[in-house]
């Protein structure tokens, strides 16, 4: 789907969007042809952008999708899945759309259906629908926004001022602990962040103009219950969409303050402040719409509450407390000209690190690689999975250019056994591995909080970039690799231009996250951490397996 001028990859189903993707025509066309009958499948009163209110009011997107199929000679709909079904105004608006003639226009069938529930204020709520369904057109296309972004549940995100780099929890369940400030898990590689601000800025100010409107209309319907909660399910989004767009203020101005480049620092550490001042104000006027319909917060892909009055309790004191506590203490060091956050950053690290050299030839050859160049350059063990032996058959070693980052990996062979199994990486395990069933991995986080796909290497020199499928990542294949393979070892040099990388030329030589790791009989990392708990795309990848890689 087109989005600010670029195509985005929209998988799984979409109200926001309404479609139909072009695979769908084609399939359609061909079915009517050849006379027979196809059905599409739709997510009627809310999907998974937003799952946790019981629908999303914008019948304007169920007549675009309902003419789209009239006009395709689409048979029928398979309505919802788990969430989606909630009997709303969205699903009353299919039964007319589906049973009856279908109306000539848009605005005279919104007028319609207005008209039963809110009779004289009819062209008000007309007004209202047409304003959410161009704020929800704004939602991001991209399916791990759906996944792990804030819009389900964002005012009981809690905000970290001294990064954690903790993992996002997936909205489609709720036995994960509360999302951490990883924000790039949620955003992947379909937008930058600055086109995320750009989107939800939209949504959020112009769904605020509709909900303005309904909450003019409570005096006049103070006695019907149910308007009253239709108005409260609109206002209740808005909450959700403003909580949205500060959560990813908050973490895009943490970022410059990380980089501490000539920026005002105490005025960018203000914004967020008020942003933590605004971000308990959103939970305290949720937590007014959740005391009175108790429905709001009910996911029904998690089958369970995403949020009830004890956890907004809960947030507002993490905020108030953060208020309290690392704001001081980042001013103090801000006051005192230092790096606000540099164990963040790499200037003071806690993880293992990796000193790397810079060769005295800047402009290497992959040939020389393998000859004089890598005799001043150090290398370092593996550590076998599950214990704390190290992999003395496996080492690797790190030197760089003005231009490239250049990374040797040496395997020894390793006898086969019985009783020890192939434990290869989760993510890159339908790769065929082909003779010898080995591979290494090299696991690089170039963008803070932004998830990486790892480079698979084959020992004879070929490679992918797996995982993130969903992501939209796209190798720029300028990577190099020269391959060695010999009786008793094999050797892989991976050359990677920083430019691949995406960082900017003054950022070039920031130390990297980085972790090495080979997927063999016996499965050895450079950097070992206890895996997490299975998430769809992430698998169990902990995002604290890594080290830094420091250039010299």
């Known amino acids: 789907a087109m989005q600010l001028g670029k195509w985005r990859r929209a998988d799984d189903y979409w109200l926001s969007y309404i479609g139909p993707s072009e695979l769908f025509r084609d399939c359609a066309s061909a079915v009517v042809e050849n006379s027979g009958r196809i059905f599409a499948k739709l997510q009627v009163s809310c999907s998974h952008e937003v799952s946790s209110v019981p629908f999303v009011p914008s019948p304007g997107n169920i007549y675009d999708k309902l003419k789209a199929m009239h006009d395709l000679g689409v048979s029928g709909v398979m309505q919802s899945w788990l969430g989606g079904g909630y009997p709303s105004l969205m699903v009353k608006a299919v039964g007319e759309l589906s049973f009856k003639e279908f109306p000539e226009t848009k605005e005279k069938f919104l007028m319609s ?26 939602y991001p296309l991209a399916v791990a ?25 997936p909205n489609y369940l709720t036995d994960f602990p509360p999302s951490g400030d990883r924000i790039g898990e949620c955003i992947l590689y379909n937008h930058t962040l600055e086109e995320i601000l750009i989107l939800c800025r939209a949504m959020s100010e112009t769904w605020d103009q509709g909900v303005a409107i309904l909450k003019g209309l409570r005096e006049c319907y103070a006695s019907d219950r149910e308007r009253i909660k239709e108005i409260n399910v ?23 303050l990380a980089e501490n480049l000539q920026v005002d620092a105490l005025g960018i550490l203000g914004q967020m402040e008020q942003i933590v001042l605004n971000e308990i104000e959103n939970s305290e006027e949720l937590l007014d719409y959740v005391n009175y319909d108790p429905l709001l917060g009910f996911s029904s892909d998690a089958e369970d509450f995403k949020y009830y009055p004890e956890k907004f309790h809960w947030r507002i004191k993490q905020l108030k407390d953060l208020l309290k506590t690392e704001f001081p203490t980042i001013r103090q060091r801000i006051e005192k000209q230092l790096v606000p956050f540099p164990r963040y950053t790499g200037e003071e690290p806690e993880e293992k690190v990796y000193n790397c050299r810079r060769f005295a030839d800047s402009s290497i050859t992959n040939e020389a690689l393998f000859e004089g160049s890598w005799e001043m350059i150090k290398s370092d063990s593996l550590t076998i999975v599950g214990s704390e032996s190290v992999d003395s058959n496996t080492t690797w070693r790190a030197g760089y250019t003005d231009e490239a980052l250049c990374i040797n990996i040496c395997c020894k062979r390793v006898e086969k056994s019985d009783d020890v199994s192939k434990q290869n990486s989760e993510n890159g395990s339908e790769w065929e591995t082909g003779e010898g069933d080995e591979m290494v991995e090299v696991r690089l986080e170039p963008q803070r909080l932004w998830p990486y796909p790892p480079i698979f290497i084959k020992r004879d020199g070929s490679y992918k970039m797996s995982g993130l499928e969903l992501g939209n990542f796209q190798d720029d294949g300028k990577k190099e690799i020269v391959a060695i393979d010999k009786p008793d070892e094999w050797t892989v040099t991976l050359k990677i231009p920083f430019a691949s990388l995406g960082r900017e030329p003054k950022n070039k030589f920031k130390p990297l996250k980085i972790n090495i790791v080979r997927n063999s009989e016996v499965n050895s990392k450079w950097v070992c951490k206890e895996p997490l708990e299975r998430r769809i795309i992430y698998f169990t990848e902990n995002p604290a397996e890594f080290g830094w890689l420091v250039f010299e």
């Open 234 to 256: 609109a206002a209740a989004l808005g909450v959700h969409f403003r909580s949205g767009i500060n959560i990813f203020r908050f973490y895009h101005l943490r970022e410059q």
């Open 145 to 169: 926004f759906g996944y792990y972004g804030p819009m389900h549940d964002g005012p009981l995100w809690p905000l970290y001022l001294e990064p954690r780099n903790l993992p996002l929890a």
């Open 113 to 138: 259906l207005a008209q039963k529930d809110w009779g004289p204020k009819a062209k008000d709520v007309v007004k209202v629908w047409n304003l959410f369904q161009e704020a929800y057109g704004n």
